[in-house]
C-alpha cells in the first residue's frame, strides 16, 4: 500500500510549574497512512488532558475520560497537573463544521473519578468505567451535565490501575458489553442478585492491589479467572460471562453480527495478540483456575508465545494475531463505507506501545475467524513488520514514539477519531508527560468531506438513521424507539435486509427478532453465512424455545453455523441435547481448534458419558495407536478418566511421533485422577529419555497443584540434584553459626557458601532475618560479589558493603554518547543474554526483550537498565522465602494455593514449598535484574547496549 506523508503544524504545549503555564514548542509529528486517506488534528489540550477513552454521541459530538489524576501514588501530584475535585469527563464539539473541535465543557467531575478508562453516551445516560465502580450519569434536563449519579454494578478490583474496568458498549441485541482486566479480585453482584468472583494470583501495579486468588466460584458454580468479557441487560440484570482469563484487553466491542473482538497484552514484548472471542472462550493467559501464571505452566520446549497463551493446553481458545511487541488499547469494526469500500469491515486495533493503529479484514475460517494480513492504518513510526520506508533521515530525533493512541472509534460522519494519550513512556503504570497533553486526530478520505448527520430521534426515519449510524452507541438509541414502536416499525425495519450494507442488515435481524420472530425465522437458511448465523443468535436470545432451531441447523454446511449451534447447547439439558451433540460431532474435521473448543465446552461434565459414544463413531475396531486424527483430538480435548489406558498406550507406543506421544502425556497430564498420575509415573520410567523426560515434568509439576494428594511424592525424589547440594550448604551454615568451631574453620565454610549458588540463597536468607554473626560478615562480602550467579551478585547488594557501589550512573551523560551497536550486541549477548531472549537467542528468565527498542525510546531504555526496580514486569517480581528447615530461596513466585507456593530461581529450577515450612515469605522491592554496576557495565557500555536495542 502507498503511504502519504503528513506532517502536522507545529503544536505549543502548557507546561505546568507552580500552576502557571509556560509555552514551550515540540517539534511537528510525522503520521503515515493509506495515499487515498488524510488525517488532521481534531482537537488538542488544553480542551481536554490524558484522554484514555472516548464515544461519539448522536450529535456527532466527541465525549472523552481523561485521567489527569492517574498514579497519583507514584506520580507527585505537585509536579504532575492535578485534579484535586477528581478526574473529569469532557465533551468536545466542532461547531462549525471546519473539521476541527472548537469548544469543550466539563460534563462532569468527581472524586470517585480516579483515572477512569471508559465511556460510553446512550442517549441521556453516560456509563463510566472506573474501578471499583460501573457508574451510570444521566443527564435529566438535556443541558449537558450530570444530574444524577448510580453506581450501576461495584466490588471491581483494579483502584487507579490499568488492568481494571474498561468501556462498556451497546450490543446489536440491546444488551451492554463491557469487560474487565485483571487486577482482581472481582466480586460483584448484579440487580437479580446473581454474583460473579474472578480472581488469579495476579497482585502489583498499585498499593490497592495488595490481594487475589484464583479458584473462585461464581453463582453458576463456574471458576471465572482474570480478565472477563461481560454482558448485562440495561436493567442491571442478567450479567454473564462471556470470555475470561484475558490479561488485560483494554476493550471487548461487540459487532453487528454480534461477534465480539479484543486485544490483549502483556509486558512480555512477545505477547501481544488480537483475536475474535468466541463466546465462553478462554483466553489461557493464567492456568485454568488462576493460581498460576504462564511461566508456572511453562513446560519442555514450549515457544514462549504458545507457552504464554497455554496454546498447548485443552480448554483455551486460538490466540489469535500475533502482533508481538506493544500495548493494545482500543478497538472497533468500521461498519461504514465513508471511508470507501476497501475500509469496510476493517478492525481497527489501538496499539499505544507501538505508536500503531493496525488493521485486519477478518473473514470466515472454519468455524471461527482468520484476521488476514496485519497493516499499519496510521503510525507515527515505520515498525520492522511494516512495507513502508522512511520519508525523513532525521526522523529518529523527533519525538515519533510519544503518539500513544488509547483509543479509536467511528463518528457519525464516518471518520475515524483517534485518542492519542501522548506521552513519552506506556506501561509500568508510569507516567512522564507532566502538562497531561492530549490529541485527537481525525481521518477522513483525502479530498472527501465528512458531515455529521442531524438526527431527529423523535421520528422514524430518525430512529432508522441512528440505527445506521456508523457510531456504535448511536445506534442503540434508534434500536430502543423502534423496539418500543412494536408492530409499527416491522415495514421500516425489514426495509433494512435489503440494504447494500452488510452490517445494517444485521442489525435489522437483531431488532426484528424483537418484533416480529418469524421473518427472523426465514432468514436462517440465508446464503450469507455471517447474517444467518446472526439469524440464529437473534432467535437464541428471543427467550423461544432454541431447540427445534438448532435442530434445523445442525447439519449446515456451515462449520461457522454449526459450532454455533454447539455453544447455544452449552446451558441446555444435555439428557435433551445429546443426540444432536452426537450429530454435531459427526461433522467435526479433526483440525478445527475453535469447533473441538466449543465441543469441549458444551461437553463438561459429561465427559465420561459421550467418550464411548465418539469410540465408536471415530475409534471402534480401531487400536487407540491407529486412532484418526478426529478421535485423537476429541480425547486430548475431553480427557475422561476412561480414555487413561488409551492414552497411556499412545503415549508409550515408540511408533508414534513425538509430538503425538506428547500430546497424548499433556492429556494425561489434565486428568486430575490416581490412574493418570499412576500412568505418568509409568512412563517416567520408560527407557526413551525424552518421553521420560516429559513425564518426569508433569510429575514435577502435577505435585504442587492437581496431582498432590494422589501420589507419595516423599518416595520421588524429582530434584536429587538441588536436594544433595542444599543438604551440604545446611552443614556449612551449621558450621559458620556454631562459635565453638575453631574461627579459620567457620570462615572457611563461610566463603563456600557465599562463592556456592545455593549457598549464597542461604546467606541471603540469612542476612534477611539478621542471623548471620558479625565477624564473618567481612568474610562474606569479600566472596560473595565473585558469586558466579548474577542474581546472587544483586541480590547481596541489598545486605553487604560492596566496594565502589555508590557509583552514579547519568542518564543525560548517556544520552550524549554516540552508541556503537556492534560493541553493543556484544555487551548484551555476554551480560544480558543469560536471562533475557532476544530473538531466538538467549535465555527466558527474564521478559523476552524481542522488540523492545520499538517500544520504548532511548531515555527509557537507559532508565529501565540504570534503575530495573522503578518498573517491574508482573511475574517478574521477586520473592525471598525461608523454611523452618533452613532453605532460602529467591526468585519469581509462579504459584500459590493454600497449601504449597512454587519459586523458580534464576537458573530455572522449580521449587514446591510447602505453606506449612514457610517462616518467612516477602516481596523483594528490587528487580532480580542486576544494576549496571553489578553487571560490571559502563555508562559507554549501557549506552552501546541501547543503540544496538534500537538499531534491530
Not at 193 to 201: E, K, N, Q
Not at 276 to 285: F, P, S
Not at 289 to 313: C, I, K, N, P, S
Not at 904 to 916: A, L
Amino acid at each position: 500500500m502507498k503511504i502519504m506523508y503528513c506532517i502536522l503544524p507545529a503544536i505549543l504545549l502548557s507546561t505546568y510549574a507552580c500552576r502557571q503555564p509556560t509555552k514551550e514548542i515540540v517539534k511537528s509529528l510525522d503520521l503515515y497512512l493509506p495515499e487515498d486517506l488524510e488525517v488532521t488534528l481534531w482537537a488538542e489540550s488544553p480542551l481536554f488532558y490524558n484522554p484514555t477513552n472516548m464515544d461519539v454521541d448522536i450529535k456527532g459530538r466527541i465525549w472523552i475520560t481523561e485521567a489527569v489524576d492517574y498514579r497519583n501514588f507514584r506520580n507527585d501530584s505537585t509536579r504532575h497537573l492535578h485534579h484535586a475535585q477528581g478526574d473529569r469527563v469532557m465533551i468536545l464539539e466542532d461547531r462549525d463544521g471546519d473539521g476541527r473541535a472548537d469548544t469543550s465543557k466539563v460534563f462532569v467531575q468527581d472524586r470517585d473519578l480516579i483515572a477512569p478508562v471508559g465511556i460510553a453516551v446512550i442517549g441521556n445516560k453516560v456509563v463510566v468505567s472506573c474501578s471499583p465502580n460501573l457508574i451510570v450519569y444521566t443527564d435529566e434536563n438535556g443541558d449537558d451535565r450530570a444530574d444524577k449519579k448510580e453506581i450501576f454494578l461495584k466490588g471491581f478490583g483494579g483502584l487507579d490501575h490499568d488492568h481494571a474496568l474498561h468501556a462498556l458498549f451497546a450490543g446489536p441485541d440491546g444488551n451492554w458489553y463491557f469487560n474487565t482486566g485483571n487486577a482482581g479480585p472481582h466480586v460483584v453482584t448484579d440487580k437479580s442478585g446473581w454474583t460473579l468472583r474472578s480472581g488469579s494470583i495476579y497482585t502489583g501495579g498499585s498499593p490497592y492491589n495488595t490481594k487475589n486468588n484464583g479458584n473462585m466460584k461464581s453463582d453458576d458454580s463456574c471458576v471465572y479467572v482474570g480478565g472477563l468479557a461481560l454482558r448485562i441487560q440495561p436493567d442491571g440484570k442478567g450479567l454473564k460471562v462471556l470470555g475470561h482469563n484475558f490479561r488485560n484487553s483494554y476493550e471487548v466491542i461487540p459487532d453487528s453480527y454480534g461477534n465480539l473482538w479484543q486485544n490483549d497484552n502483556d509486558d512480555e514484548v512477545i505477547a501481544c495478540r488480537t483475536t475474535w472471542l468466541m463466546e465462553g472462550g478462554n483466553a489461557g493467559y493464567f492456568s485454568s483456575d488462576g493460581t498460576r501464571t504462564w511461566q508456572g505452566d511453562h513446560r519442555l520446549g514450549q515457544e514462549a508465545f504458545t507457552a504464554h497463551w497455554h496454546q498447548d493446553d485443552p480448554g483455551v481458545m486460538p490466540a489469535g494475531d500475533r502482533s508481538g511487541s506493544g500495548a493494545p488499547t482500543g478497538i472497533v469494526v468500521n461498519e461504514s463505507e465513508a471511508l470507501g469500500k476497501d475500509y469496510l469491515g476493517m478492525l481497527l486495533s489501538a496499539d499505544a506501545g507501538r505508536n500503531v493503529i493496525f488493521g485486519y479484514h477478518p473473514s470466515l475460517q472454519q468455524s471461527g475467524y482468520n484476521l488476514g494480513k496485519r497493516q499499519d492504518l496510521i503510525s507515527s513510526v515505520l515498525n520492522a513488520d511494516s512495507n513502508y520506508v522512511w520519508h525523513d533521515s532525521a526522523h529518529n530525533n523527533k519525538r515519533e514514539s510519544w503518539f500513544r493512541p488509547s483509543d479509536v472509534t467511528i463518528g457519525t460522519d464516518g471518520a475515524i477519531y483517534i485518542a492519542d494519550w501522548f506521552d513519552p513512556v506506556v506501561g509500568a503504570h508510569l507516567m512522564n508527560d507532566s502538562v497531561g497533553y492530549g490529541r485527537i486526530y481525525r481521518i477522513t478520505p483525502k479530498n472527501k468531506k465528512l458531515s455529521a448527520p442531524a438526527i431527529d430521534i423523535n421520528t422514524t426515519e430518525g430512529q432508522i438513521a441512528a440505527l445506521k449510524s456508523p457510531a456504535i452507541n448511536v445506534r442503540n438509541q434508534g434500536f430502543e424507539k423502534l423496539k418500543a414502536q412494536g408492530a409499527a416499525a416491522v415495514p421500516h425495519v425489514q426495509a433494512l435486509l435489503k440494504d447494500k450494507n452488510p452490517y445494517i442488515r444485521a442489525r435489522a435481524v437483531w431488532l426484528l427478532a424483537q418484533l416480529n420472530i418469524k421473518l427472523v425465522e426465514g432468514l436462517l437458511k440465508d446464503p450469507d453465512v455471517q447474517l444467518s448465523a446472526t439469524a440464529y443468535r437473534a432467535l437464541r436470545q428471543s427467550g423461544t424455545d432454541l431447540l427445534p432451531y438448532a435442530k434445523a441447523m445442525a447439519n449446515d454446511t456451515s462449520a461457522f453455523i454449526r459450532r454455533e449451534v454447539i455453544i447455544s447447547l452449552r446451558d441446555s439439558s444435555y439428557e435433551k441435547t445429546k443426540p444432536l451433540l452426537l450429530e454435531l460431532i459427526k461433522h467435526y474435521d479433526g483440525e478445527d481448534r475453535w469447533y473441538l473448543e466449543a465441543l469441549g465446552a458444551s461437553l463438561k461434565g459429561h465427559e465420561s458419558d459421550i467418550y464411548p459414544e465418539i469410540v465408536k463413531i471415530y475409534g471402534e475396531g480401531k487400536t487407540p495407536s491407529a486412532w484418526n486424527r478426529k478421535m485423537v483430538s476429541l480425547a486430548w480435548r475431553l480427557h475422561p478418566p476412561e480414555a487413561i489406558p488409551a492414552l497411556a498406550q499412545r503415549a508409550g507406543d515408540t511408533l508414534l511421533s513425538i509430538k503425538e506421544r506428547q500430546a497424548a502425556m499433556t492429556a494425561l497430564g489434565f486428568m486430575n485422577t490416581k490412574p493418570a498420575a499412576e500412568a505418568m509415573l509409568a512412563l517416567s520410567k520408560g527407557s526413551m529419555q525424552e518421553i521420560a523426560e516429559t513425564a518426569t515434568y508433569w510429575l514435577a509439576f502435577r505435585q504442587s497443584n492437581d496431582w498432590v494428594d494422589l501420589l507419595d511424592w516423599k518416595e520421588l525424589d524429582l530434584n536429587p540434584y538441588y536436594e544433595r547440594k542444599l543438604a551440604k550448604m545446611k552443614l556449612k551454615k551449621q558450621t559458620i553459626m556454631d562459635k565453638r568451631q575453631p574461627f579459620d574453620e567457620r570462615k572457611f565454610r563461610a566463603q563456600q557458601m557465599a562463592m556456592d549458588t545455593v549457598g549464597g540463597q542461604l546467606l541471603i536468607g540469612m542476612a534477611e532475618a539478621k542471623t548471620i554473626p558479625e565477624d564473618l560478615l567481612p568474610v562474606i562480602e569479600e566472596k560473595i560479589f565473585l558469586n558466579t550467579d548474577p542474581t546472587i551478585r544483586m541480590q547481596a547488594g541489598k545486605y553487604f558493603k560492596q566496594p565502589g557501589s555508590d557509583r552514579s550512573y547519568s542518564i543525560p551523560d548517556m544520552l550524549q554518547l554516540k552508541p556503537d551497536a556492534a560493541n553493543g550486541k556484544t555487551v548484551f549477548t555476554t551480560r544480558c543474554g543469560s536471562c533475557h531472549k532476544l530473538g531466538d537467542k538467549g535465555n527466558s528468565i527474564g521478559p523476552d526483550l524481542t522488540g523492545i527498542g520499538k517500544k520504548f525510546d532511548k531515555t527509557e531504555l537507559l532508565d529501565a537498565i540504570v534503575n530495573p526496580s522503578a518498573g517491574i514486569v508482573f511475574g517478574y517480581e521477586s520473592w525471598l522465602v525461608n523454611t523452618s528447615d533452613g532453605e532460602t530461596l529467591f526468585g519469581f513466585l509462579l504459584s500459590e494455593n493454600k497449601r504449597s507456593i512454587v519459586i523458580k530461581d534464576v537458573s530455572g529450577q522449580k521449587h514446591v514449598v510447602d505453606k506449612k515450612k514457610i517462616s518467612a515469605q516477602k516481596k523483594q522491592e528490587k528487580s532480580l535484574m542486576p544494576d549496571p554496576f553489578s553487571n560490571n557495565l559502563t555508562e559507554k557500555d549501557i549506552s552501546d547496549v541501547v543503540g544496538f536495542l534500537k538499531s534491530i
